[in-house]
């Protein structure tokens, strides 16, 4: 943050005034405390730690990159670190615990009080990317029969170091949820009105279970505009929220996964600058590996047809052209795809209606560029009408095929239950350059030799 | 939404059992009660329309299209349309006007309270994705002078109507923003502290300026976990605040942006299947033709050694599987780093750090595919050991090459403060076409001929 002199503040710790330096900071969000702190060499970073307010220090740790944080685990004492975790809430502690050496994790379990261990260990088991794995389960749970007064007392009670106090849950009796309601409610009834009454409640109560995607939860709140989703278990019964801060990181998540699927990599755990050479290397080599062999049919098509391409200058000089239009063309439909299945905006039974859309652009764009070609290869001197044709032709043919592809492919795989986003530019630019080529020999086959 | 059974409710409706439908969709969430009116004909969406209640009505409205939203404020009586704006919040009637036909606009502005009309002329002056044309002006204010006492009482008497009551702004007598308190705060402090006592104020309190792009709202929620950012004027006074759940919605079509942008396509306003023919060509073509153009480069190229590709079966063959390794290894690269500057992992200052990356991947990834490539040629019954060779040595300097234009267009885009999306796939294949041809065939020129 640019709006913050660190500058000042490493001052301040470097003079050893201490008590200005902690005055500065706990007036800071725990965010900017983290950056300040990944600034630092490792024992500044822990007597700075040190000098935060147990929340604050706990806040600020949650924030740090895993590193940062096995580091200074390794640093403090049990009775510290007993601290520490007492805390965190819980998925956050669970977020650090999964990016750590094992040796860390021991060190933290045998420090935590025993429900907090349980309930790490329930935590850890839920596999990666549900919704039980980025839950927290420091929510607010009230009882159905519970009035407005006792609701709010209980609220007063134990909500400090809850992660949300505004949307509450509602259990039956053996713990099912049965309905939730907003703190705001709480505040415009009257304190003798029974939760039961006042909570919304119906059988579409929007909820996941700890199994399902994490994608999921972030589909519902986007739709439904809410601050905290419920998680629950087979039984129905209320195991954790995830919140809205969690859902926007969930949000960013999955969107980089399918930028990278768009590119053909296999999604990285972490950001490119902290992700090593080799794993970046397992990423890309497998798909770059595929599309390099599958270019051998487009080769065995060249090869075919050889010996005629030296026939007729400028056959060969057109072929890059003619496959990077198509390329880009079908990159162009199969991006707004996939983006629109990811969002929800195109359904599989729309494909009718890409098909004619994309049928109707790309014949515009088709004849754009055919005329622009015709034009270009013209004032670049060329005369053999017939030759500028064929390559305006299969111009045309090109821009057709690929849309119509670009269109169709991510609507294929979400079919097939594969990813969409595997269906862009590189795949389609595979497919797309070996029938663009078949199409122009075959022109040129017929009206040039 | 598959859980709900819509042809239940058009069952009453048509039925004519409205008491029932009435009592159906009062259970519902707004969104769903929208999705539901899609499904409907113009004459039954407005019997639906006129069964909810105001509040209700006035939601489901807000996520509707606009051209539905046209539909039922052209059917509806001006006593209707006034009980409409005024259930309505004033971002959704702002974000609804900057929809509709002139027409539409004019009779709410019409029909409209007074200091509703004013209000609506101001939002809709701001300039287009700034932070003033997404905020509303429905938030709770505080004075800071205030006792929690006098705030939980301000609340209750107009929080009702309010966006948001869980984050509540404190101004000074001038009306300038001077801190922000939590509901959550309010509720844990005594009743007769002061707000300015409790309420988080600092020189760097978070807030954006009216006329900054809404990216920025977005940045700062992200970063600070907010449910809400205040939006000042130029004199730091107060004007409105944008919720979390429309930063959602900014953080999707920022995300949709730069899907495009990639793509080389300018950003559409509507969803895919809401855009025009007309329109959709007019973003797709410009870079199209572009690009198209552009391939001349390679074309001559290409010509400069037509006579010579000849010579040696099997040269021209490798082009297409040369130009796509190399676009799609560039096109790795380039992903990677233009989501990083997006989420604001990869800063201007690492381009050393991306260049010394993407070097050591691209040699791991070019070695692999050069021996890959060996295997394969051979493999295909190619004796010429040279021609082998080069074709090797031009893969794996192509992926060298497009890995390092892949990892550092993005940031040069960055430093010339252009959008580094457009650095993406399309635009590094072409130049990484042209760069790939002349390296292959200065090898071949040197060792076959």
Known sequence: ???????????????????????????????????????????????????????????????????????????????????????????????????????????????????????????????????????????????????????MAEIRRSGEDRETIYTCYCISDSRRLVGTVELRDLIFHEPDEFLRDIMDADESLIRVNTHDDQETVADLARRYDLLSVPVTDNEGRLVGIVTIDDIVDIIEAENTEDFERMALMQPSEDTYLRTGVLS??????????????????????????????????????????????????GSQASTLIIRGLALGEVKLRDWFRVLWKELRVSLLCGTTLAVLNFARMWLLGSRNLLMILVVCAAMLSAVVFSKLVGGSLPLAAKFLRLDPALMAGPMITTIVDAVTLLIYFALAQTFLF
Chains 1, 2 share one sequence.
């Not at 025993?114 to 309930?119: A, C, N, S």
């Not at 599309?291 to 056959?315: C, D, R, Y």
Request: contains cysteine; proline residues 3%; aromatic residues 8%.
């Open 1 to 151: 943050m640019e709006r913050i002199l660190y500058h000042d503040l490493i001052g301040l710790l470097e003079g050893g005034e201490y008590v200005a330096l902690r005055g500065q900071l706990i007036e800071m969000n725990a965010v900017d405390v983290a950056e300040f702190m990944t600034l630092l060499d490792p024992a500044q970073r822990i007597l700075v730690f040190r000098l935060l307010p147990k929340d604050l220090s706990a806040d600020a740790f949650a924030y740090l990159d895993s590193d940062l944080q096995a580091d200074i685990v390794t640093s403090i004492s049990n009775r510290e670190l007993y601290t520490l975790v007492d805390g965190l809430y819980i998925d956050d502690t669970v977020d650090f615990l999964d990016e750590v050496p094992a040796s860390v994790v021991r060190r933290v379990m045998t420090v935590a009080a025993p429900q907090t261990h349980e309930l790490i260990n329930k935590f850890l088991a839920y596999p990666e990317n549900s919704a039980g794995s980025v839950m927290t389960s420091e929510m607010i749970e009230l009882h159905d029969r519970c009035t407005v007064a006792q609701a």
């Open 280 to 329: 970046m290397y397992k990423n890309r080599i497998l798909w770059l590996a595929i599309l390099m062999v599958s270019a051998t049919f487009t080769g065995k098509i060249i090869e075919g047809f050889e010996s005629k391409l030296a026939l007729v200058a400028g056959l060969t000089a057109a072929i890059p052209m003619l496959m990077d239009t198509g390329g880009n063309s």
